[in-house]
């Protein structure tokens, strides 16, 4: 690419953080089982239902597919609404009790690009608070004020594979698609950055590992780091181990 990179959009789940069978999912479950229902999402189950992105999406999926005769209390919105919001409400106590770390080199690279004066930001279809609370349970709350822009949640009509909260993070950095690079975990956070003009480093997860990621810049086990490199599932890495600014720079120049 001819443009010089300028940021990083990250997205979050799964990228940032290992979060969704041992983090969301749980959260979901306790919900689900404070309200008195009878669903619990075991892993196989949770992993169709990660098709569906947004947890709300994910629980009128649930409903609609599982549960067809289920007769919600209030209107079914509202419902769904409030039980999603008592789940958020686990999932940020899940985040303070330290139970969700931060992926490989995860850590390393944000500070390494924050000091080197990349722009940071997120582009994620989960809630907001989400973001800020997984920010500041492993990095500190200084952590937060490194993202330029937190793009997350309903703030946008679609949500992946849609490109729009990309686009949206893009408007708020006031940068060219050519400027920034991606990094996503799952075949339709590809397809949004994609469609946004991203190109995209994927770093797969159990949950992901099996996608179609063609069209992304590299797919790669994990950011890696020092002492304990990646493994390149596709592209090219050029005798890299770890993903640091460097590496990604010579990345986006042969975008
Ligand atoms: C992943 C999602 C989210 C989370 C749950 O988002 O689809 O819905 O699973 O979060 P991303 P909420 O990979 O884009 O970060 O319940 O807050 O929606
Ligand atoms: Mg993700």
Request: glycine content about 8%; hydrophobic content about 45%.
């Amino acid at each position: 690419m001819q443009a010089e990179l300028k940021a990083l959009i990250f997205d979050v789940d799964g990228t940032l953080a290992d979060n969704e069978r041992d983090g969301h999912r749980v959260a979901f479950n306790r919900a689900f089982a404070e309200a008195g229902l009878d669903w619990d999402w075991d892993v196989p189950t949770y992993d169709i239902l990660l098709g569906v992105f947004g947890g709300k999406e994910r629980i009128h999926y649930f409903i609609k597919r599982y549960r067809p005769v289920f007769a919600a209390p209030a209107g079914l919105d509202a419902f769904v609404r409030n039980l999603h919001r008592r789940k958020t409400e686990h999932y940020v106590n899940l985040l303070k009790s330290g139970a969700i770390p931060l992926r490989p080199g995860v850590a390393r690279l944000l500070s390494e690009a924050h000091a080197a004066g990349l722009k940071l930001a997120v582009a994620s279809t989960t809630t907001p608070e989400n973001v800020t609370a997984l920010l500041t349970a492993t990095l500190g709350e200084r952590s937060v004020a490194w993202f330029e822009v937190i793009a997350a949640g309903d703030v946008v009509p679609h949500k992946k594979p849609a490109p729009d909260i990309f686009r949206h993070a893009l408007d708020r950095l006031g940068l060219a698609a050519a400027e920034c690079l991606a990094i996503e975990d799952s075949e339709s956070g590809l397809a949004a950055a994609k469609a946004a003009g991203l190109a995209t480093v994927i770093t797969v997860n159990a949950a992901t590992r099996q996608h179609d990621f063609t069209g992304a810049a590299i797919v790669l086990s994990d950011l890696g780091e020092p002492g304990q490199g990646f493994e390149v599932l596709a592209g090219e890495a050029a005798g890299a181990t770890y993903v640091d600014v460097a590496f990604l720079r010579r990345l986006h120049a042969g975008q």
